[in-house]
């Protein structure tokens, strides 16, 4: 099993920048594929990058050239760097981890999941 830790959700202002980061323990994080997806009270956890193993990404077209996600295998982290932030990109964002392959995959693809954190986006 692995064991995941987001850190870095914090309150910012429209079109500022922010950076999260999921760090894993307790297994080969190199063996599982990695995802954020974010969630606000009303709706569901919607999906926005998975990375494969090799770092081949992934991206919600809500985010696609906003957000950038990458891995590091040594470090066993994995982080999501933020740009052109929007009041509707508010959220808890969650880390989440799986044996299976990375792509546009729902959050019932992902096995593990970390106890999320709170981005929230002022206008």
């Known amino acids: 099993q692995v064991q995941l830790v987001e850190s870095g959700g914090a309150l910012v202002q429209a079109g500022g920048s922010l950076r999260l980061s999921c760090a894993a323990s307790?297994?080969?994080?190199?063996?599982?594929?990695m995802a954020w997806f974010r969630q606000t009270p009303e709706k569901e956890r919607d999906f926005v990058v998975s990375i494969s193993r090799g770092g081949n990404t992934y991206y919600a077209d809500s985010v696609q050239g906003r957000f950038t996600s990458s891995r590091d295998n040594v470090k066993n982290t994995l982080t999501l760097q933020m740009h052109s932030l929007k009041p509707e990109d508010t959220a808890v964002y969650y880390c989440?981890?799986?044996?299976?392959?990375?792509?546009?995959?729902?959050?019932?693809?992902?096995?593990?999941w970390g106890q999320g954190t709170q981005v929230t986006v002022s206008s």
């Open positions: 307790g297994s080969a994080f190199s063996s599982y594929s």
């Open positions: 989440a981890a799986t044996v299976k392959s990375a792509g546009y995959h729902g959050a019932g693809w992902y096995e593990y």
